[in-house]
């Protein structure tokens, strides 16, 4: 792959195009380092890790602390669930009070009885959309 780079100061703003064939995953996650300029750290127990956010399903605060979930482990994150929505990609969307999940990671809506929508991602794990981000979360799905 060639690549090319015009180092111009007088830019009021930095922009990067790409010209490609095929989306691949290597070239998602360059999309994923160019459009956050932070960084998002991972704790658990005695490892501190650079969090890959392609492979973090959802985010969910529990008894104050939130956790970023991923299928290998929880990590620790030492930012809000309203601080990390400046910071995610918009690949996450909130689906309550407490928690974020991975659109990349959905595999399908189901309607409960109860008037609720479930959310079935690809890891097999089920959560629910409270009512307040129903309306949210359509608008993002195009549903």
Not at 71 to 84: A, F, H, S, T
Not at 95 to 100: G, N, P, Q, T, V
Request: glycine share 4%; with cysteine; proline share 3%.
């Amino acid at each position: 792959m060639k690549s090319k780079f015009e180092i111009d100061p007088t830019l009021s703003e930095e922009w990067v195009e790409f010209h490609v064939r095929e989306m691949t995953p290597k070239l998602q996650q360059v999309i994923q380092i160019l459009s956050t300029d932070k960084q998002l750290w991972g704790y658990d127990e005695k490892v501190i890790k650079l969090l890959d956010l392609t492979k973090v399903y959802s985010f969910e605060s529990i008894n104050g602390k939130v956790y970023a979930k991923t299928d290998k482990r929880n990590y620790y994150v030492r930012k809000k669930i309203y601080e990390l929505l400046d910071i995610l990609p918009p690949d996450f969307v909130k689906i309550s009070r407490a928690e974020l999940v991975n659109l990349k990671y959905l595999d399908h809506l189901e309607l409960t009885s109860g008037g609720t929508i479930a959310l079935k991602l690809k890891n097999g794990m089920t959560t629910f959309v409270s009512r307040r981000c129903v309306k949210n979360l359509r608008e993002r799905l195009g549903i």
